[in-house]
T-cell receptor, first 116, second 114 residues
Framework: AQSVAQPEDQVNVAEGNPLTVKCTYS??????LFWYVQYPNRGLQFLLK????DNLVKGSYGFEAEFNKSQTSFHLKKPSALVSDSALYFC??????????????WGLGTSLAVNP | GAVVSQHPSWVICKSGTSVKIECRSL??????MFWYRQFPKQSLMLMAT?????????EQGVEKDKFLINHASLTLSTLTVTSAHPEDSSFYIC??????????FGPGTRLTVT
């Protein structure tokens, strides 16, 4: 079965420190992987995606993520956290075997708190 | 990036009434749109896939007669919550895939049923 796991409900990090938000996935075919961010009472904003090619992908606001096929992971990272990065982060996957079905499978979200 | 709008951004209605939420893709055409529901501090729950020109596809456990979806055109999908009850109070979000692989999300609609 297709699934996404975000093992941490909350991540706390001090401003200026590196941050990592973890994501692992399970799909039958090759994964299309996504990270989205949600600020309070707002919709989701696209951060980055992995479809194919380089395992390290760079996205908006200085975020990056590394696709690791052997570990079935797609952890979100940023070298130096900002207080304004505090938000809810969602990892999602789409199975390449799904054809025209563009439905995403979502993780439960990780709340990131960056402390000044 | 592509822009998706939702209207209204928030609505308060009385129990037993119906509420319509609109989702529009402003600068692209969307043959498919997705409707999500989100409870406070919780993940997204996909409710249904809205398909232009055909019936919506509902996820298991979602009452299709209660949550009516109409994909009226290539830029508009509507979600109508019929005979709303307080337990329907939630944050409703729509999204649409555009061209590539990612989806673009509307800003959400906060529904409160009193």
């Amino acid at each position: 079965a297709q699934s996404v796991a975000q093992p941490e409900d909350q991540v706390n990090v001090a401003e200026g420190n590196p941050l990592t938000v973890k994501c692992t996935y399970s799909v039958s075919g090759n994964p299309y992987l996504f990270w989205y961010v949600q600020y309070p009472n707002r919709g989701l904003q696209f951060l980055l995606k992995y479809i194919t090619g380089d395992n390290l992908v760079k996205g908006s606001y200085g975020f990056e993520a590394e696709f690791n096929k052997s570990q079935t992971s797609f952890h979100l990272k940023k070298p130096s956290a900002l207080v304004s990065d505090s938000a809810l982060y969602f990892c999602a996957v789409r199975d390449s075997n799904a054809g025209n079905n563009r439905k995403l499978i979502w993780g439960l979200g990780t709340s990131l708190a960056v402390n000044p | 990036g592509a822009v998706v709008s939702q209207h209204p951004s928030w609505v308060i209605c009385k129990s037993g009434t119906s509420v319509k939420i609109e989702c529009r893709s402003l600068d692209f055409q969307a043959t498919t749109m997705f409707w999500y529901r989100q409870f406070p501090k919780q993940s997204l729950m996909l409710m249904a896939t809205s398909n232009e020109g055909s019936k919506a596809t509902y996820e298991q456990g979602v009452e299709k007669d209660k949550f009516l979806i109409n994909h009226a055109s290539l830029t508009l999908s509507t979600l109508t919550v019929t005979s709303a009850h307080p337990e329907d109070s939630s944050f409703y979000i729509c999204s649409a895939p555009e061209g590539g692989y990612e989806q673009y999300f509307g800003p959400g609609t906060r529904l409160t049923v009193t």
